[in-house]
C-alpha cells in the first residue's frame, strides 16, 4: 500500500494503482523511492512536489520530481528522497566554527540539530563522544550532519526512525568483525553473485592540505612531526608501492581535525574495493524472522566463498515480490557525489571562504633613556590564520630636543616673612671631680659655762659607791681655752652630669627680593645630547637580545607562547629598546600573514 501525506503528515491518498515500485537504500547516503501512476488517474492531484510517501509502513519519502511519458497509455514517473533530505531546506548562513575541547560529537550533532527552521529531526543514540573542531561556511544542515563522522577511522552508520515525529537520527558503530548477522547461501536465498575489485583509487600515501592558498594553505606538519602527509602500513607498502595522492578540502582550519579526516580516508584507500553484486531473494517477507531481513550496514557473509562484509547498498523491487539486488563491499560508497547534487540544487557555493598574503607595516620614532625605553606598540589580529614573519629594523641616534631657552614676562617681586621664632641651644656637660687644697693652720677655741659664765666651773672629779648609797666628789675649774693644730689637707667633690639651656628669640621680620623686568629669547634648532652605543632588544617584557647602533631581525619566534608554542592572535605585542645612554630610537616593524577573509567571531 502506497499512501500519501500532506506536508503536516495528514494522510490524503492510498495509490492503489501505483506500480513500478522501487526503493533503494544506501549506506550513509539518501535512500531513494520511485513509482508510477497512469496519467488518467485523478489520484495524481495528491502527488505534490515535497509531499510524502509511505511504502507499506516503512520509511518516509518526499516526492521531488515527475516524468510524463507519453505512448499507448500515458505514464507519469514519481522519484522520491528520504526525509532525511528535509535537512537540506535549513542552512548555516556565514561562518560557523564548533565543537574541539570540552564538546563532543553528540553535542556537535545536537547544535546542527538546533538550527532546523522547523524542528523535524531530533537525535537518538550516539555512540561517539570526539572532541573535533568542525568548521562550515554557507552549509546545508545535511551536507553539515553527514560531515561529522567523516574524521573517524571506525565504520559508523546513520539510522533514521521515521515511524515517530519528531523523526529521530541516530549515530552507531559498525563492527566489521562481529558475528554475521546476515547470510546469503547458495540453493536458500542466492541468485546470482558478481565479484569485481577496484584498484584505481589505492592510495598509500596522503598528503592533506586545508585552507589557504600557497605556501600557506593548512597542512598537517604541525601535528604530525613535520611530515605533511600521512602513510598505509609498511605491509600495504610492500604490496602496493608508494602511491601518492593530494587530498584538498578547503573546510578545514584546524589541522589536527584534518589529519584526523586524512586518516580515515587512508584507512579506505590504502586497499583496493571490493564487491560482490548479489541478486537474492528476500524470504523475510514469508519468514519475518531477524537472520533474513536485509538491511543496510548489517554484516554479511556470503558462504559459497567465505566473504565476510557488509551490505552497502540494497534495491528492491515491489513488482516482482521477494526480487533484491545487494551490494556487498569491504568499504561503504562515497556519498560526496550525492551531496554534491543536493547541494547544487540549493546553489551553495561549495568553496569556502579563504583568504590572502597581507604586508602591513609600523613604525616609531622616539627619545629614550637608560631608564625609559623607546616602545613600538604592533598588533596581531585574530584573523591571521597564519604569521609567516615579523621583521624589524633599529637604530640608534643621539637624544634630541628642540630649543634651549623660553621668553620671560615683566620684572616681579617676591617677598617673603616669618613670625617670630623661639630656638633653644643646650649646652652639656660630662660628670667632673674637683679638689681644693687648705694650709696648715691652728685654731683656738675658749669654753666657758653657759649658765654663769662668769663663774668657776666644776666637773665630776670622783665617784664611791658604798653600801647602799653613792658619793660624789666635784671640783670646779675656772674658764679656758683649747687649742687646736689642724695640719694641711685637701677636700674632694664630684659634679654630676648635667646641661644648661639657652633660649633665643627671633622676631617677626620679612625678606623682600626685586627682579628686574627682562626677556629670555628662544633659540630654534636641534640639539643632540647622550652618545649611545648599544641597546637591550625587549619583546613582551621579555629581554630576547641586545644590539649596536644600527639592527635588522627576525623577531617571529619572539613572539610565540610558551605555553603552546604559537603566536597569540587578537592581542597587542610590544617591542622596546632600552639604550645605553640618552639616545633617539628608529623602530620599524614589518608583518607578513595569511588574513582570513572573514571577521567577527564564532561559536
Known sequence: MLEIFDLD??????????????????????????????QEDEKNRFC????????????????????KTEADTAVVSYSCEHVIATLID????????????GRTTRQVLQYLLEKQTIKRWVLG?????????????????LNAVFSVPNLFVDPYIFRFDTSVFPWRLSLQ???????????????????????GEEGTEICTRLYCLGYGEGVNQLTIKSVNQGVPYLQAPEEDIQKYGIISRIFVD?????????????????????????????????????TKTEIDKAQVGKITQLTQDGTKTYITQITRNYDSPGNMSLTLANKPQDVAESLAQLADRQ???????????????????????????????????????????????ITLDRFRSYSKSTAGGGGSTRASSTGGESSIQTTSRQQATESKSTAERELTAVTTDPLWPEAEAYTELETVQAKGHVHRIYRPYLNHAHKVLISAHTHSFTAPAHTHTVNVTVPSHSHEIQIPSHTHGITQGIFQFGSPKTATISVNGKTRGSMGEEKELDITNFLTDE??????????????????????????????????SRGGSTL
Open 173 to 195: 558503530k559498525m563492527d566489521i568483525n562481529q558475528h554475521p548477522q546476515f547470510y546469503i547461501r547458495a540453493g536458500k536465498n542466492l541468485l546470482s553473485s558478481q565479484h
Open 250 to 286: 578547503r573546510s578545514f582550519e584546524d589541522a589536527k581535525s584534518l589529519m584526523e579526516r586524512g586518516r580515515a580516508l587512508l584507512e579506505q584507500y590504502r586497499k583496493p574495493l571490493t564487491s560482490v553484486t548479489v541478486s537474492a531473494a528476500d524470504l523475510y517477507q514469508a
Open 48 to 67: 505534490v512536489p515535497f509531499h510524502y510517501v509511505r511504502y507499506n509502513g516503512g520509511s518516509l519519502y518526499r516526492i521531488v520530481g515527475s516524468t
Open 347 to 393: 546553489r551553495i557555493e561549495s568553496t569556502y571562504a579563504q583568504g590572502s598574503t597581507q604586508l602591513y607595516g609600523q613604525s616609531v620614532q622616539a627619545n629614550a633613556t637608560p631608564e625609559v625605553g623607546a616602545v613600538l606598540n604592533f598588533y596581531i589580529p585574530s584573523e591571521m590564520r597564519i604569521v609567516n614573519s615579523v621583521k624589524a629594523k
Open 125 to 141: 543514540e550516539c555512540d561517539f563522544s570526539f572532541q573535533y573542531e568542525y568548521g562550515w561556511e554557507n552549509e546545508n544542515l
Open 90 to 101: 535549513d542552512v548555516i548562513f556565514g561562518a560557523v566554527t564548533y565543537g574541539g575541547t
Open 9 to 38: 503528515i495528514r494522510k490524503t491518498a492510498v495509490l492503489q494503482n501505483a506500480y513500478d515500485l522501487r526503493e533503494t537504500n544506501t549506506l550513509n547516503g539518501i535512500d531513494t523511492l520511485s513509482f508510477s501512476m497512469p
Open 563 to 596: 605555553r603552546d608554542g604559537k603566536i597569540p592572535r587578537g592581542r597587542w605585542m610590544k617591542l622596546e629598546i632600552i639604550p645605553d645612554d640618552l639616545a633617539y630610537v628608529t623602530i620599524d616593524i614589518l608583518v607578513q600573514g595569511f588574513i582570513q
